[in-house]
């Protein structure tokens, strides 16, 4: 079974440039989650998902970032413009519930940015 | 508010040798526990968790935690670590429905 994928996998842009990730989760797993990884720090969550709902985004820019989940399946991450500090590794999970016990999230590899 | 700590940021320890990586937590409930694994360039992995019951639990790769609800601690343990545990090793709590909240992870480095 394939894991949870997401493109690209390496990005490098210019500050004020427009970025946009995407995340394909496993098969029939209904809660979708986005993660910011700084340098030398653990995952905190941007945004979940719960099938095509946003129930949790409240630690989204929402001035520069936006996220969506067509019909509940794949998920794409966007920032614009990205700014230097945007630089980071952005991780997509997937489980089967929202919560923590549903005892597994299953991360991607991360698409790791760098804004020049 | 829910936090995880991890104090050691580096560990280092030579091939063979047993391990334990500290996990402190603060939650004002019942927690869930859990320990996740992230090889250079991957994604993290589950290595085990705790909801309840027995509070020594094994994991994947021949790891063990304690939950300790005295000291809420929730600790990582490897009787003889073997080289290719070296990675990033993340603590985080959870509650009933509420997200997880990660440490900031301790580095293993494993010398041969």
């Known amino acids: 079974e394939a894991g949870v994928v997401q493109s690209p996998r390496y990005k490098i842009i210019e500050k004020k440039q427009p970025v946009a990730f995407w995340c394909n989760p496993i098969?029939?797993?209904?809660?979708l989650y986005w993660y910011l990884q700084n340098l030398g720090q653990g995952p905190e969550l941007l945004i979940r998902?719960?099938?095509?709902?946003?129930?949790?985004d409240s630690q989204l820019p929402k001035d520069r970032f936006s996220a969506e989940r067509l019909k509940g399946v794949d998920s794409t991450l966007k920032i614009q413009p990205a700014e230097l500090g945007d630089s980071a590794v952005y991780l997509c999970?997937?489980?089967?519930?929202?919560?923590?016990?549903?005892?597994?999230?299953?991360f991607g590899e991360g698409s790791r940015l760098t804004v020049l | 508010a829910q936090s995880v700590t991890q104090p050691d940021i580096h560990i280092t320890v030579s091939e063979g040798a047993s391990l334990e990586l500290r996990c402190n937590y603060s939650?004002?409930?019942?927690?869930?526990l859990f320990w996740y694994v992230q090889s250079p360039g991957q994604g993290l992995q589950l290595l085990l968790k705790?909801?309840?019951?027995?509070?020594l639990v094994q994991g994947i790769k021949g790891f063990e935690a304690e939950f300790k609800r005295s000291q809420s601690s929730f600790n990582l343990r490897k009787p003889s670590v073997h080289w290719s545990d070296a990675a990033e090793y993340f603590c985080?709590?959870?509650?009933?429905?509420?997200?997880?909240?990660f440490g900031t992870g301790t580095r293993l480095q494993v010398f041969p």
């Open positions: 999970a997937s489980s089967l519930g929202g919560g923590a016990n549903t005892g597994e999230l299953f």
């Open positions: 098969s029939g797993h209904n809660t």
């Open positions: 998902y719960e099938n095509e709902e946003a129930v949790d």
């Open positions: 939650y004002g409930a019942t927690p869930y």
């Open positions: 705790y909801f309840s019951g027995d509070t």
């Open positions: 985080a709590v959870g509650g009933n429905t509420d997200k997880l909240i």
